[in-house]
């Protein structure tokens, strides 16, 4: 199916969308970018993971993230994407920002996971089989490790940029004090720092505790995963849980994070999107890259259609100021759910 791709992108796929510098570095990333951390494993349709690739790609989203881990099973939604790649987006890698990461356990035995080194190294050479790439466009260290000298893992990161396998490198969950360190190792070594990747949502506010202030000061990006609370914030929970959701399979999202005070927050949020024209999906991305500290938000989709209503959330209003005060009002309640 690959090499008989017939897949012609849209000529006018880079009118639409906006891109925002990543940090102080070169980069331009789009203000949505696809994530593939689910759906787009072997457990899924294969023309479901090209249709929503190819779509996204269509639409000027050129940064697609994934981890060693992504996918079930492990590992096979970067050879998922790997495959479309080498089909449909064969004459454009050059258009292409890929991410990968390292940190969570991806093989049996000591090497297999946190931020050694040896696994650092391991691992960025399994993901470039699986993508079949020479290079990923950032690499990421997925979590602090406790138990590694962060010297260590930065030095690994600095020499997989040296030895070309990495463009830029970034360090996920860590939290402003480890990334401060970070971005010193780093710079000592010649290779910056140039994006962080946190949890960041309506739903989980703390990169605004001292992150994103360590982030803007040292001109190092921040690209927010599961802006959407795993899809919380969205209509899909407003009515109940829908069959083939997430919180219906229950395994990165419990049934029981739903209780009454989450749910009339979201429906009060939801009424403020209403009033701005927008979804609710389309109100907690507005809200997210309301900082332009936020260079991207990484999106999650099980349709082309989920990922359409994202992204016209570039094509809403900014907040206003009382708009920003009642959206304050309803996350007061839910603060320290951190979902
Ligand atoms: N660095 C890290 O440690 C880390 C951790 C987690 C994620 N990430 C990255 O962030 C990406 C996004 O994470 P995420 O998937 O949790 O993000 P998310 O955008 O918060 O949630 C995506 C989910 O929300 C639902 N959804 C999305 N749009 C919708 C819409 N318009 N209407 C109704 N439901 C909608 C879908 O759930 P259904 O499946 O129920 O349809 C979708 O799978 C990942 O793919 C990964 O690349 C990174």
């Known amino acids: 199916m690959q090499s008989s791709s017939t897949f012609v992108p849209d000529g006018s796929r880079y009118d639409d969308m906006r891109y925002r510098r990543l940090g102080t570095s070169g980069l331009l990333l789009p203000e949505i970018s696809l994530g593939l951390w689910q759906n787009f494993g072997d457990d899924g349709p294969v023309d479901r993971h090209r249709a929503i690739i190819t779509h996204a790609f269509d639409r000027g989203v050129t940064h697609f993230d994934l981890a060693n881990n992504y996918g079930v099973p492990a590992g096979s939604a970067e050879s998922n994407f790997g ?58 260290s997925h979590r602090p490790d406790p138990d590694t000298p962060l010297e260590e893992t930065v030095g690994a990161l600095a020499d997989i940029v040296a030895r070309g396998k990495a463009l830029y490198v970034g360090v996920s969950n860590y939290d402003a004090r480890r990334t401060e360190e970070a971005i010193k190792l780093l710079r000592d070594l010649r290779v910056p720092l140039a994006v962080h990747q946190p949890r960041y949502s309506m739903l989980d506010r703390g990169p605004e505790e001292g992150l994103l202030d ?59 999107a209403r009033e701005r024209g927008q979804t609710l999906a389309q109100t907690a991305l507005s809200w997210a890259l309301r900082d332009r500290r936020v260079t991207s938000l990484i999106v999650g989709a099980s349709s082309v259609e989920q990922f359409d209503d994202s992204l016209a959330a570039l094509r809403g209003p900014s907040f206003t100021a009382e708009e920003l005060a009642r959206v304050d009002g309803l996350l007061s309640r839910v603060a320290g759910m951190n979902l």
């Open 214 to 272: 360590v982030l803007g000061a040292n001109g190092v990006g921040c690209v927010g995963f599961s802006p959407l609370a795993q899809g919380l914030l969205t209509s899909r929970y407003l009515d109940g849980t829908p069959s083939g959701s997430r919180m219906a399979r229950g395994e990165t999202l419990k049934p029981g994070v739903m209780n009454d005070t989450l749910l009339e927050t979201l429906r009060g949020l939801d009424a403020v």
């Open 83 to 140: 495959a479309v790649l080498r089909g449909d987006l064969r004459h454009h890698r050059d258009e292409l920002i890929i991410s990968s990461k390292a940190g969570y356990r991806m093989w049996p035995g000591p090497y297999g996971e946190w931020g050694s080194r040896k696994y650092l190294t391991a691992s960025l050479d399994q993901s470039l089989k699986r993508l079949g790439v020479d290079y990923v466009d950032i690499f990421y």
